[in-house]
């Protein structure tokens, strides 16, 4: 059962990297990234299990932060280049 | 990809990627160092080099046939070196059988500490692990003397004012479950500091996660605010103090007669001696990565968004 | 014959990957990408290297008899975050040049410097 | 109660990935970027917490169990959060845009 669950969260994966690569508009993107880094945090815990040694969990968490951090900070610059452009625009 | 956010994005899905692999390669510190530093800090590092820089790749205009070449001939060159190497997985391969075995049968012994990662980074190797942080203080140092130049372009002021307000209007909801979680990421970066002895984790990593929640605060609150939070000056002075800290631990084992960084001169028992020069060597690893880590994330952002005369008073 | 050493395959077509961008493209932002691939390669070198077959994390735990190779851990461990430290000066290197010369690219900038 | 235990955690890990994998058909074959949204958002929470508890039903060791119930939460706080930020700064993204549009229309028929 946690195989057969690590293999469709790893397809997931794949489904999201294609969108990533596809994706017309930069939040597409971003959405695919968020979508991947929380599958990362499963297939990390559920590796945990299969390999035997649960204990290493805290990666599993860094990783449900860092992937908060990486969304805002994102969101953050690309606001920076919406602004910017219609800054430009304007004048 | 002509568009250079794309491939930050794309950079930062292979920064996770490499460390699940790493993950299922059992190296689970690498893996939580790669976690932190590939997939957040040089993600959010590359955006805001980015959005000075501008975004858009111009199209090409040279010629991709001599460089496919170059990279064809080595690449192959190099497969070829690889056909004697031993095989992957196998015991029997030449590095593990020099000085690994003296690392898993004796560490438990000698330094008393059951992750051996930690053991051999900081009592073992702690001469070279005090080289990598110098070399990231001078790096650190580095962009500091890059990018606290005073720019010459004029910064429209009124502009970043009405962006900052436009910010903190539309993100309440980010801002206050920000709030919330920004106390429990450095509890977790000190549970990551002290819990390194035991599972995965260590100075270097708790120091990038740390700096993270640093980055998070001022990513959503604004860089003067952040500013007033945490003082510049001391954040200099704190990379330093940790570079000292580490080699201070070193000079004292020298005093008490033993050879530089051999901590069981700290205390009466050697192994409790080897635990607690750990304890401080980890501190200065954390104390120097975090406070570099937020200098050159200040520096870049500071750049990028604080109008003339702030930089002015700071100086 | 040879499937045994797929994995340095994959590192070796990785850097490669990064190598082509470090020397094909003129933008200053993708040579720094190109050079963090190359240097991801290399830490996945050392990672395989360092795996036993059977072999469990180097935390020392009961029941447990095989471990890893910690030794080329510890190495990339600290070379990660070393990595990210020349990264962030390079990236302050292309900052102070879009400042100077007003282009991350390397003809213009080439160009700007011949009319000197 | 061991078979019990065993055979509910299965059916929780089952759910989270046929979630997960319907989460992953709709961010691939939806339109436009407001139905993405609405997959990944209405999936992924649900998926990572079924699948978090199936292994948390899986595994007897308390340690353990704390880390996943702080992942859990962890979850729970985080995706809606940034789902929310996306949809806002997708939303401003193509107001701003319309407005642009709007502006340069009009600037056009004012100079023609």
Redesign the interface.
């Known amino acids: 059962?946690?195989i057969?669950?690590t293999l469709?969260?790893l397809?997931?994966m794949i489904?999201?990297i294609?969108?990533v690569f596809i994706g017309p508009?930069l939040?597409?993107r971003?959405?695919?990234v968020?979508?991947f880094g929380?599958?990362t945090?499963?297939l990390i815990?559920?590796l945990g299990?299969v390999m035997g040694r649960?204990?290493f969990?805290?990666i599993?968490?860094v990783y449900?932060?860092i992937?908060?951090i990486s969304?805002?900070g994102v969101?953050r610059y690309?606001?920076h280049f919406?602004f910017k452009?219609?800054g430009q625009?304007?004048k | 990809m002509k568009d250079l956010l794309a491939v930050a994005m794309l950079l930062s899905i292979y920064g996770l990627l490499s460390a699940s692999f790493f993950v299922a390669m059992d190296a689970v510190d690498v893996a939580f160092t790669e976690a932190s530093v590939g997939a957040g800090i040089s993600t959010l590092l590359m955006l805001v080099a980015i959005s000075m820089t501008g975004r858009a790749e111009h199209p090409s205009r040279h010629k991709p046939l001599l460089a496919l070449a170059v990279v064809i001939v080595t690449g192959s060159l190099l497969i070829y070196g690889t056909l004697d190497m031993p095989y992957f997985g196998s015991a029997e391969a030449p590095i593990h059988q020099h000085i690994a075995p003296r690392y898993i049968n004796d560490s438990m012994q000698e330094i008393g500490v059951p992750n051996i990662v930690t053991s051999v980074l900081a009592s073992y190797r702690a001469f070279d692990t005090f080289g990598e942080v110098v070399v990231i203080f001078t790096a650190g140092m580095g962009v500091l003397a890059l990018l606290s130049v005073v720019r010459r372009s004029p910064v429209d002021i009124a502009k970043i004012v009405l962006f900052n307000d436009a910010m903190h209007e539309?993100?309440l909801?980010?801002r206050i479950?920000t709030k919330?979680?920004i106390p429990f990421i450095l509890l977790f970066a000190f549970y990551v500091q002290f819990h390194g002895d035991f599972g995965p984790g260590g100075g270097f990593q708790a120091g990038v996660i740390f700096a993270s929640a640093i980055f998070v605060y001022t990513m959503l609150f604004g860089m003067n605010t952040a500013r007033r939070v945490i003082n510049q000056s001391f954040i200099q002075v704190l990379a330093a103090i940790g570079v000292l800290l580490y080699g201070c631990v070193g000079v004292v084992s020298l005093f008490n007669g033993k050879k530089f960084f051999d901590y069981s001169a700290l205390a009466i028992d050697p192994v409790a001696g080897q635990h607690l020069g750990i304890l401080f060597i980890e501190l200065g690893v954390g104390l120097t990565v975090a406070s570099v880590m937020v200098i050159i994330f200040f520096n870049f952002a500071g750049r990028n968004e604080t109008p003339r005369n702030s930089d002015k008073q700071d100086l | 014959m040879f499937i045994g050493l797929y994995n340095y395959w994959v590192v070796i077509v990785l850097m490669m990957v990064g190598f082509y961008i470090v020397i094909a493209h003129g933008n200053l932002i993708k040579k720094i990408v190109g050079l963090s691939i190359f240097q991801t390669s290399v830490f996945i070198f050392y990672i395989s290297m360092a795996k036993v077959d059977g072999g469990s994390a180097p935390i020392l735990a009961d029941e447990i008899n095989q471990y890893s190779n910690p030794l080329p851990q510890v190495l990339i461990l600290t070379a990660i975050v070393v990595g990210i430290a020349t990264t962030a000066l390079a990236l302050a290197l292309a900052v102070r040049i879009k400042e100077a010369y007003g282009s991350i690219e390397e003809d213009e900038i080439q160009k700007q410097d011949n009319l000197d | 109660m061991d078979a019990f235990i065993h055979i509910s955690?299965?059916l929780f890990?089952?759910i989270?990935?046929?979630l997960?994998?319907s989460?992953?058909?709709g961010?691939?074959r939806f339109p436009d970027?407001y139905t993405?949204?609405h997959a990944?958002g209405v999936t992924?929470t649900l998926?990572?917490a079924m699948?978090?508890i199936?292994?948390i039903l899986?595994?007897p060791?308390f340690?353990?169990d704390v880390?996943?119930v702080?992942?859990l939460l962890?979850?729970l706080?985080?995706?809606p959060?940034?789902?929310?930020?996306?949809a806002?700064?997708?939303m401003?993204?193509d107001k701003?845009q319309k407005?642009?549009n709007k502006?340069?229309s009009e600037v056009k028929s004012s100079t023609s």
């Open positions: 059962m946690l057969a669950a469709a969260i397809v997931v489904m999201a294609m969108r508009t939040y597409d971003v959405l695919a968020n979508m929380t599958k945090v499963l815990s559920l299990f649960p204990e969990l805290d599993a968490i449900s932060l992937n908060f969304v805002i969101l690309s606001d919406i452009q219609s625009s304007k | 539309r993100h909801i980010l479950v919330i979680m | 955690s299965s890990l089952l989270g990935s046929f997960c994998l989460g992953g058909i961010i691939l970027f993405r949204m990944v992924e998926a990572t699948i978090l199936g292994l899986y595994n060791d340690l353990v880390k996943l702080i992942i962890m979850t706080f985080i995706s959060t940034a789902g929310h930020a996306l806002n700064a997708a401003l993204n701003m407005d642009d502006q340069n």
